[in-house]
Nanobody, 118 residues
Framework: VQLQASGGGLVQAGESLKLSCVAS????????MAWYRQAPGKQRELVAR???????IYAGPFKGRFTISGDDAKSAVYLQMNSLKSEDTAVYYC?????????????WGQGTLVTVSS
């Protein structure tokens, strides 16, 4: 597995969850990593990006409740999700790119399911 995502699960509305994703050495160097999500019946959407060196970019709806962070040394990216709502229920996918300028890189993780019960 080139991108190993973990941390999903079932939580109650209002609770928090932290997702993790680690890129395997075969993908290195990684210039950017990102989290996307796909809710049932909806298209996959960008949540946030982590650029090597520490810059972060958020899609509008997720700024505030969600925080992306990363660790260049570990080739890892994390997504801290707070005050979760039922509409945050989705499969969350990790993405890695060899380019800082390519929004969706060619490498995808297997997805981790987050279910928020109201």
């Amino acid at each position: 597995v080139q991108l190993q995502a973990s941390g999903g699960g079932l939580v109650q509305a209002g609770e928090s969850l932290k997702l993790s994703c680690v890129a395997s050495r075969s993908l290195l160097p990684v210039a950017a990593m990102a989290w996307y999500r796909q809710a049932p019946g909806k298209q996959r959407e960008l949540v946030a990006r982590w650029l090597s060196g520490g810059s972060t970019i958020y899609a509008g709806p997720f700024k505030g409740r969600f925080t992306i962070s990363g660790d260049d040394a570990k080739s890892a990216v994390y997504l801290q999700m707070n005050s979760l709502k039922s509409e945050d229920t989705a499969v969350y996918y990790c993405n890695a790119s060899p380019s800082r300028t390519v929004v969706a890189g060619p490498h995808w993780g297997q997805g981790t399911l987050v279910t928020v019960s109201s």
